[in-house]
């Protein structure tokens, strides 16, 4: 069976469609994401994420994304090279862009030894994406945001964790939502802040724990420093402060080798 035509014209309502769903009003409008890329898709597809529709560039194509369009459902619709261009959100994209619908927000059933990511105000979707990452990478249960703050269902941020936020339980709450939640499973709040009095290799991590972190301008609100356990990174230089993704990959592995460290129970 051939092939259809690809779409070409630039002012085609489709493509139209797609640039305005880059913007978050117009996702959250219509309840769909943005997924573009063979390795986020795949990701997304092993979640049990289905397009809604598939856009596809074959003169674009990676060897990655030959493999992984082959197996995803869906209807598909062709671009041609400058209308896949016009709707990507990447350099150099490889030919695999879908519509999904958003998916449901998920908290996570915390075990007796369960680490959660809570971020407070972050707004940049790299370092929210590269948390993402890392948590998965580090075991973490789940990731909360509290508020507004970054969607992390951008393509930014799913480009930023390759996927990562598939993998996990990831959910959006206000912050009495949080408290309440976080009080209710009995995690213990490890609030990083560079005026704590402990160094985080020296804080018990071990447990439920909540590790909260906020944006690198302004921090954390006086609610969530006042936490049971709140922890510094040691800063030696003319920096006052690290990004904040790099701060929470060096709590999270912290949180990894205390674990590896602990007696079994």
Sequence with gaps: MTAPDPITSLQ????KRLVRLRQRREREREGLILI????ELARAAAAGLVPATLYTCEALYS?????VAATLPGPRTHLSREAFEKVSGRE????????VPAPAPRLPEPGEDTVLVVLHGL?????VGAILRTADAAGAAGVVVLGRGADVYSPNVIRASQGSVFTLPVAALDEEEALAWLA????THVACTPDAPQVYWDAPLTGRVALVLGAEHEGLPQRWRAAEVPVRVPMHG????LNVATAAALVLYECVRQRRAAPSR
Excluded: I, Y
């Excluded at 085609?12 to 493509?15: D, L, S």
């Excluded at 150099?92 to 519509?99: F, K, S």
């Excluded at 707004?123 to 370092?127: I, M, S, T």
């Excluded at 003319?238 to 402060?241: I, Y």
């Design 12 to 15: 085609n309502p489709q493509v």
């Design 36 to 39: 573009e890329g063979a390795r």
């Design 63 to 67: 060897p990655e994304a030959h493999a």
């Design 92 to 99: 150099n994209p490889d030919g695999l862009l879908a519509t």
């Design 123 to 127: 707004e940049k979707p790299g370092n």
């Design 184 to 187: 209710d499973q009995a995690f």
């Design 238 to 241: 003319a920096a006052d402060s």
